[in-house]
């Protein structure tokens, strides 16, 4: 092998370890299926992006706390006590949710991916039944992998980027950013 064919070989190994997930925020589930559903005080929210192409990712906080990462076929569940919460989605672009969540009720968040500069931009709309692909969800969700966080790695996100998040946060509580609702209408 020549000098050039072997550097590139070795690049080519790394870029492809790099794609597999290697350095990921995230990891899959041993068990992916959840044992039952929310408790009756609980409320279970998923996020999916089931999109396959073009390629995003996206940080899903609880107020400025990191509960999820995903990618393209992708997805995690949240069970949160009943009552008002707020998300934030963190990609290329940031996007607020809120909801009053009932108790033993699930939610689902569906998350899709555009282009945009530089990079794509995941963005996300709260599904309720009765609308357009409401009856797509579980589909989704059987197509795509159940990741959680790397505790250190969502560690040191959360740390790196405390004060952007708290900004954030800041502007979607006082209302100077508009959010997504999400109520009983949106429950299964």
């Known amino acids: 092998m020549s000098l050039n064919f072997r550097g590139s070989f070795v690049f080519l190994l790394l870029l492809a370890a790099v794609s597999l997930g290697c350095g990921s925020m995230n990891r899959p589930v041993a068990n992916p299926q959840p044992d039952s559903g929310p408790?009756?005080?609980?409320?279970?929210?998923?996020?999916?992006?089931?999109?396959?192409?073009?390629?995003?990712?996206?940080?899903?906080?609880?107020?400025?706390?990191?509960?999820?990462?995903?990618?393209?076929?992708?997805?995690?569940?949240?069970?949160?006590?009943?009552?008002?919460?707020?998300?934030?989605?963190?990609?290329?672009?940031?996007?607020?949710?809120?909801?009053?969540?009932?108790?033993?009720?699930?939610?689902?968040?569906?998350?899709?991916?555009?282009?945009?500069?530089?990079?794509?931009?995941?963005?996300?709309?709260?599904?309720?039944?009765?609308e357009e692909n409401w009856d797509k969800r579980h589909e989704w969700i059987d197509a795509c992998t159940r990741m959680e966080l790397i505790p250190e790695k969502a560690s040191a996100w959360e740390e790196k980027y405390a004060e952007a998040n708290a900004n954030r946060l800041a502007k979607y509580e006082s209302g100077e950013i508009e959010v997504a609702e999400m109520g009983p209408q949106n429950a299964e």
């Not at 076929?73 to 990609?91: E, I, K, N």
């Open 39 to 130: 408790g009756p005080d609980q409320a279970r929210i998923y996020f999916t992006l089931s999109q396959v192409f073009p390629g995003g990712q996206a940080f899903v906080l609880q107020r400025d706390e990191l509960i999820g990462y995903v990618r393209n076929r992708q997805y995690f569940y949240v069970d949160v006590p009943a009552g008002p919460h707020l998300f934030m989605l963190v990609s290329e672009n940031t996007e607020g949710l809120k909801g009053n969540f009932d108790g033993g009720k699930t939610y689902y968040v569906h998350l899709f991916v555009t282009p945009g500069f530089g990079s794509t931009r995941v963005y996300w709309k709260p599904m309720a039944p009765g």
